[in-house]
């Protein structure tokens, strides 16, 4: 992690696979499902200082590896695991 002057942790450019990942399976295993908005916001909260379109694009690229499902509604992509979500509906 890059220190500022303040000593305020920023991980700014170093979004990587893992943490999104990471991240996002949290959310997921902890709601059933998530979306970027929810894995950025859960990632700034954690001194990740990221943006959307960054977010979206390593999450799309996460969910295709991993065959994750995604629910794509136009405004909002929903990510979710196959069998959680057929467990829970």
């Known amino acids: 992690m890059l220190q500022t002057s303040n000593s305020t942790p920023t991980n700014e450019g170093k979004l990587s696979r893992q943490a999104v990942l990471l991240m996002a399976t949290t959310l997921i295993l902890a709601q059933g499902c998530t979306t970027t908005t929810i894995v950025k916001t859960a990632l700034r909260q954690r001194g990740f200082n990221v943006y959307q379109a960054e977010v979206a694009k390593r999450l799309f690229e996460v969910a295709q ?5 995604m ?3 136009g405004p909002v992509r929903i990510y979710f695991f196959p069998q959680v979500w057929s467990s829970i509906h």
């Open 71 to 73: 629910d794509d509604n």
């Open 65 to 69: 590896s991993e065959g994750w499902r």
